[in-house]
């Protein structure tokens, strides 16, 4: 049987609120958040009230009904990515 072409990860546009299908908030939903960027295959995001980003798969990344965007003034760079 033939294999049926993948469809690619959606891809936001940074401080595109996103919701994120691998995190859950305490009602079992997804979380929804700001994205970041996206670096060696993982997509950054953070919550929409700022603190610590975290990463979750590219497929896990899913756009709103309503699309809805943030101002993000400098891009953050992952800590992993190196200081400058």
Known sequence: MPSR???PAYTPSVG???RDLGHRDTS???VE???MDTL???VYL???TGGCEWTTKPQ?????DEPRHITVQTPS???SAGAA
């Open 46 to 48: 953070r919550h929409e």
């Open 40 to 42: 060696g295959g993982l």
């Open 77 to 79: 760079r992952p800590r």
């Open 28 to 30: 079992g939903q997804p």
């Open 5 to 7: 072409p993948r469809t």
């Open 60 to 64: 896990h990344v899913q756009r709103l």
């Open 33 to 35: 958040a700001v994205y």
């Open 16 to 18: 595109e609120i996103v």
